[in-house]
């Protein structure tokens, strides 16, 4: 079975510029959740998705969102980039809920300059 | 405020020892408690879940224990491999359906 899998790979946008980034669970999990991680530094929450509601949402400004889409998959967009978004993206998808093991994607690396 | 802390943040140990990996935390109301290696630039791979109601879970060369009661968990890594070189993050799961990460250990294997 494929794992969790997220697009793009790397992208490179300059501030102010806008993102959406692309996350499919494995088959059959039907929560999302997405992490931010600053080099050096674990990963912190910013989403939960589950059955195309949202179940949390981290401490982060109202220029990120996300959404779910009936297939389970996910976006994370965020607006009016910033240098220090600068980041990598990851998803994480589990069976049913957060309480599930969690499993993770590759990430996407975003560099704002 | 949920804090992971993991000590030390790097250790470097001869191929062959067996070793652990500390993480501690500051509230015991946990649900279950994961291990994951990450890889430089890589996602995160996950290695033990832990059920708060587990004492340890073993896979492999690997055994994870768990005690809420002194805030603590650890990574026994039995035979230490090349292959094992990594970064380790604890990450526990409260009340609130998130994970709460530490800032990792970098461990590197010298063969």
């Known amino acids: 079975d494929a794992g969790v899998t997220q697009s793009p790979t790397h992208l490179i946008k300059t501030r102010g510029q806008q993102v959406t980034l692309r996350c499919s669970p494995i088959s059959g999990h039907k929560s999302v959740s997405w992490y931010q991680q600053v080099l050096g530094q674990g990963p912190q929450f910013i989403f939960q998705?589950?059955?195309?509601?949202?179940?949390g949402r981290g401490n982060f400004p109202d220029r990120f969102s996300a959404r779910q889409f009936p297939n389970y998959s996910s976006e994370l967009n965020v607006n009016a980039l910033l240098l220090g978004d600068s980041a990598l993206y990851l998803c994480a998808s589990s069976l049913v809920s957060s309480y599930n093991e969690q499993f993770f994607g590759p990430g996407t690396r975003l560099t704002v300059l | 405020k949920q804090e992971v802390t993991q000590i030390p943040a790097a250790l470097s140990v001869p191929e062959g020892e067996n070793l652990v990996l500390n993480c501690s935390f500051t509230d015991s109301a946990i649900y279950n408690l994961q291990w994951f290696r990450q890889d430089p630039g890589k996602g995160l791979t996950s290695l033990l879940l832990?059920?708060?109601?587990?004492r340890e879970q073993t896979s492999g060369r690997l055994n994870a224990s768990l005690d809420k009661s002194s805030g603590r968990s650890t990574l026994y890594i039995a035979a230490s491999q090349p292959g094992d070189s990594a970064t380790y993050l604890c990450?526990?799961?409260?009340?609130?359906?998130?994970?709460?990460f530490g800032t990792g250990t970098r461990l590197t294997i010298i063969p």
């Open positions: 832990i059920q708060s109601s587990q």
């Open positions: 990450a526990l799961l409260f009340g609130n359906e998130k994970l709460t």
């Open positions: 998705y589950y059955e195309k509601e949202e179940r």
